[in-house]
T-cell receptor, first 116, second 110 residues
Framework: GAVVSQHPSWVICKSGTSVKIECRSL??????MFWYRQFPKQSLMLMAT?????????EQGVEKDKFLINHASLTLSTLTVTSAHPEDSSFYIC????????????FGAGSRLTVL | RKEVEQDPGPFNVPEGATVAFNCTYS??????FFWYRQDCRKEPKLLMS???SGNEDGRFTAQLNRASQYISLLIRDSKLSDSATYLC???????????FGPGTRLSVLP
């Protein structure tokens, strides 16, 4: 089945630094990937839709200059949290539609960000 | 009103019990519906898609009522391993975006 790899799984950084999270589709090509954020005991909130070769589409209330998304190839999307602050600490999860035609989302294992 | 709403939970049930979760969605043009389960501090994993005629997968039965914009998940003979948060997921008609409900937490007790 479709596999999405996300890296790093855990990251701790100082306030003011930037953090990059990678999301790769391992055995299929993903023209579209989705980035979600999940705070403790809350559901996933869609942050943005990453489109290969074009600009990402951000959800209302998500700062595009704060959360930079790059989708330079059919198998890789990156999310960069710029000038991270403690309130950015969260579980960030990427996903892609199954590359075999099924209308199903496959998720990466998530990246837990802690900003000190 | 949120796009997707679910029973607030948590549900605490004994092993072997039958439990049902409800979900409603606000966009009448939504086309695809799913139930995902999420274990603590893990990514969501697809449990089952929900088809218009209803569908069953072992102990799990999903139902869709388009007129009422309502989806349900029934779990029979609950196992300890069923303990998780169950997420109702609906796609937006305008694109490929999927919207997640807040989730309903289930604890199956020995």
């Amino acid at each position: 089945g479709a596999v999405v790899s996300q890296h790093p799984s855990w990251v701790i950084c100082k306030s003011g630094t930037s953090v990059k999270i990678e999301c790769r589709s391992l055995d299929f090509q993903a023209t579209t990937m989705f980035w979600y954020r999940q705070f403790p005991k809350q559901s996933l909130m869609l942050m943005a839709t990453s489109n290969e070769g074009s600009k990402a589409t951000y959800e209302q209330g998500v700062e595009k200059d704060k959360f930079l998304i790059n989708h330079a190839s059919l198998t890789l999307s990156t999310l960069t949290v710029t000038s991270a602050h403690p309130e950015d600490s969260s579980f960030y999860i990427c996903s892609a539609r199954d590359g075999y035609g099924a209308n199903v989302l496959t998720f990466g294992a998530g990246s837990r960000l802690t900003v000190l | 009103r949120k796009e997707v709403e679910q029973d607030p939970g948590p549900f605490n049930v004994p092993e072997g019990a039958t439990v049902a979760f409800n979900c409603t969605y606000s966009n009448s043009a939504s086309q695809s519906f799913f139930w995902y389960r999420q274990d603590c501090r893990k990514e969501p994993k697809l449990l089952m898609s929900v088809y218009s005629s209803g569908n069953e997968d072992g102990r799990f039965t999903a139902q869709l009522n388009r007129a009422s914009q309502y989806i349900s998940l029934l779990i029979r003979d609950s196992k300890l391993s069923d303990s998780a948060t169950y997420l109702c997921v609906v796609n937006r008609a305008s694109g490929q975006n999927f919207v997640f409900g807040p989730g309903t937490r289930l604890s199956v007790l020995p």
